[in-house]
């Protein structure tokens, strides 16, 4: 196979997960899902690893990378069976993630998986939105463990309804999980359409050269940063329950085409909901490594296989059952991209950007009565300037790659008006080229509800880098009173929710 020929093979099963993508968005009915496109799409070979994916969500696909070899290895498959399972500790990310798994047989031989992860808004969670301040998994929704939805094509309907029946709109989880296991069944076909065109052994063959070939330009990149060790701290905000000024602490050690990130130091887990697995730093890690790779590097595990990580066990970064999770997977992945850059800067400045907002400040409402209702975002903010030029404004930034929720379909489907939604002007740091600015994003509700809030980067700012200024920190307001950074809020009709999202670090002195 020639350089033309892994090209277009590498993009024909990219777009398998481009169109798996396309089916979720159409055929989904929660808002967040169909409007937020809060959802990722892959391609696994027989033994769980990664082979292409879409350019989803970083935080999904990172984590599923990191994690789909543990899952298929534990389970006997046969065709046309459906897996399921959102628990952290079992390869998940945190339990609103629900991943569905297919195999993709050729006669009696399993060739790859399908799978996709989908952002429920709604997973069980005593707390609308399903994003409690929570500090036990159990306290956080459903868990599923891996299991069955589908054998040899046969739906488990005791198992469906007992997923749908633990939230409060049954349609639209039932809507939700339909459509995951369609956006499947495409990929399926797809992917059976490439590989009789390439024959089993053709295939799996073009799967070893691609890995290859990702690895040479991941070795090559790497080979670029000087050797040597590289230390960097930066804190998570708090935990919710009291805990504040909580470490993340990396020694990177760089030599010849390999990289490894050793997070010893970094705080314990904590009671509040701040946790994640390990899976969930590696989402991290490969993510800052990947935007160092140059464009045509193939989304596969070979990219990642110069790349090594640990942290202790028990730590905020792998932490143990049954450890809250919930804001883990949004929050503490945002910071350890942070942790990661700092490192990086010291050894590549000029191809390092400040920090971004260091946030996905979520926000999760709804209400539980006769008219229940759920409804969970993230909101954009700064990203931070680097040597080319300034920070963008107003844009999800690093592990969140999700739309904004139009408001005319918040508005159209939820008991809530937005008053304002503009950028925050001055909010980035200053330099030679400014932080991008946050957003305002402010909600009037028109009935009772019940709000979350877990956000960061509420108490210390985004750092500036080669003299630059510091982002503007974010502030949480209801009725124009500060209420910090993690929250869980009832809220009345006519009062009014404000999010100022935090700034990006400026880039070098402004002469």
């Not at 599923?64 to 399921?84: F, N």
Request: one cysteine or more; glycine letters at 10%; a negative charge.
């Amino acid at each position: 196979m020639d350089v033309i020929e892994l090209s277009i093979f590498s993009n024909r099963i990219a777009a398998v997960c481009e169109e798996m993508g396309a089916v979720l968005a159409r055929t989904s009915f929660s808002p967040n899902i169909k409007d937020r496109l809060d959802f990722s799409c892959a391609v696994f070979d027989a033994q769980g690893e990664l082979v292409a994916q879409a350019a989803h969500i970083p935080v999904h696909l990172g984590s599923m990378a990191y994690a789909m070899r543990s899952i298929v290895s534990q389970v006997e498959w046969r065709r046309d069976d459906v897996l399921v399972l959102n628990d952290p500790y079992l390869g998940g990310t945190h339990l609103p993630d629900v991943t569905v798994i297919s195999p993709v047989f050729v006669g009696t031989r399993l060739i790859a998986f399908i799978a996709n992860r989908a952002h429920h808004a709604d997973i069980g969670a005593q707390s609308p939105g399903s994003m409690p301040v929570s500090t036990h998994l159990d306290e956080e929704g459903k868990i599923i463990p891996p299991s069955f939805l589908y054998q040899r094509g046969k739906l488990d309907e005791a198992f469906f309804q007992s997923l749908v029946d633990a939230v409060s709109n049954p349609a639209q989880a039932r809507g939700d999980f339909s459509a995951q296991v369609s956006a499947n069944r495409v990929g399926v076909s797809r992917l059976l359409e490439l590989i009789a065109g390439r024959g089993e052994d053709g295939f799996i063959k073009a799967i070893a050269l691609l890995n290859d070939y990702a690895q040479r330009l991941a070795e090559s990149v790497i080979e670029q940063i000087p050797d040597g060790v590289y230390h960097y701290t930066d804190y998570m905000d708090d935990d919710g329950m009291g805990q504040s000024d909580i470490p993340i602490q990396l020694k990177l050690e760089i030599s010849g085409t390999q990289a490894r990130l050793d997070f010893s130091g970094t705080a314990a887990q904590v009671p509040g909901n701040i946790n994640c697995p390990l899976s969930v730093a590696a989402a991290a890690v490969f993510y800052v490594f990947r935007c160092l790779m140059p464009d045509q590097t193939p989304a596969c595990a070979g990219a990642f296989r110069p790349i090594t990580l640990s942290a202790p066990e028990g730590c905020l970064l792998n932490a143990r059952r049954p450890a809250a999770v919930a804001a883990g997977n949004v929050e503490t992945s945002s910071r350890v991209v942070d942790v990661v850059m700092g490192a990086l800067a010291q050894a590549i400045p000029e191809q390092m950007a400040a920090a971004s907002q260091g946030t996905m400040n979520n926000v999760a409402m709804g209400s539980r009565g006769a008219h229940s209702w759920d409804y969970y975002e993230t909101i954009g903010g700064g990203m931070g300037a680097h040597s080319k030029g300034d920070g963008l404004s107003a844009v999800q930034t690093h592990m969140t790659n999700t739309l904004n929720t139009p408001i005319e379909s918040l508005e159209s489907h939820y008991p809530i008006r937005v008053t304002r939604y503009e950028i925050r002007k001055g909010s980035g740091g200053k330099g030679l080229h400014r932080g991008g600015d946050g957003l305002i994003r402010e909600y009037e509700f028109l009935e009772d509800a019940q709000v979350t809030l877990l956000t960061e980067r509420r108490k210390r700012s985004p750092w500036g880098m080669n003299g630059g200024g510091e982002g503007e920190k974010g502030v949480n307001k209801l009725n124009g009173k500060d209420v910090g950074t993690k929250q869980n809020l009832k809220v009345k009709a006519g009062d009014v929710l404000t999010i100022e999202t935090p700034g990006g670090g400026g880039w070098g002195e402004n002469s």
